[in-house]
């Protein structure tokens, strides 16, 4: 079935560890982002990317970093996590990039704990 | 600042209508979209409107005013599997994707 992958499902990490967060999609989707999900708050976006090869700060990108080596894959590292990243993290993709009217896939979501 | 406005949580009927509102202030505008999204999964496309009026699809439909910065959805013949958190999206001028927090609806039987 064709969509986006996320590993792993759930995480509970120690402050100050590194931690990558994996998103695979085979649908050949240009665009790719990363977003977190808060009670109480709206979908933000952390960093997305428009194509492989380039990638950009969303609204709350500070702790995050991404890399796009290739179109399928769009991995999120949290260099060194922190009480306020526990979240649960959704990456998501569109055929293209920000030109208009979007229609975003996500995957299914990575809870992610720091104590 | 840019700000989408929903209510929080609904309660509904199974077999019955229900709308849930949405209104936004953004700096302009490209689209509006609905996204459907059960509890613990990710969401889900449901609609996009970019001009004014009612779009339907099946038992939902979504209305669109610009002058107003409203749009709603509108889901008839309530199912127990519609029980979901509803996020109301708006594309403002720069093509950035603003979201509301969200409407929580409980269908009860």
């Known amino acids: 079935i064709a969509g986006i992958t996320q590993a792993p499902t759930s995480q509970i990490l120690a402050a100050g560890r590194r931690m990558t967060l994996r998103c695979t999609q085979d649908?050949?989707?240009?665009?790719m982002y990363w977003y977190r999900q808060d009670l109480g708050l709206g979908l933000r976006l952390i960093h997305y990317?428009?194509?492989?090869?380039?990638?950009g700060k969303g609204e709350v990108p500070d702790g995050y970093s991404v890399s796009r080596a290739n179109t399928d894959d769009f991995p999120l590292t949290l260099a060194s996590a922190v009480p306020s990243q526990t979240s649960v993290y959704f990456c998501?993709?569109?055929?293209?990039?920000?030109?208009?009217?979007?229609?975003?896939?996500f995957g299914a979501g990575s809870r992610l704990t720091v104590l | 600042g840019q700000n989408i406005d929903q209510p929080t949580e609904m309660t509904a009927t199974e077999g019955a209508i229900v709308q849930i509102n949405c209104t936004y202030q953004?700096?302009?505008?490209?689209?509006l979209f609905w996204y459907q999204q059960h509890a613990g999964e990710a969401p889900t496309f449901l609609s996009y409107?970019?001009l004014d009026g009612l779009e339907e699809k099946g038992r939902f439909s979504s209305f669109l005013s610009r002058s107003k910065g409203y749009s709603y959805l509108l889901l008839k013949e309530l199912q127990m599997k519609d029980s979901a958190s509803y996020l109301c999206?708006?594309?403002?001028?720069?093509?950035?994707?603003?979201w509301g927090a969200g409407t929580k609806l409980i269908i009860k039987p």
């Open positions: 998501a993709s569109s055929e293209q990039g920000a030109s208009g009217a979007n229609v975003l896939t």
């Open positions: 649908m050949r989707h240009n665009a």
């Open positions: 999206a708006v594309i403002n001028s720069n093509y950035q994707l603003i």
């Open positions: 409107n970019v």
């Open positions: 953004t700096s302009g505008f490209n689209g």
């Open positions: 990317s428009n194509t492989a090869g380039t990638t």
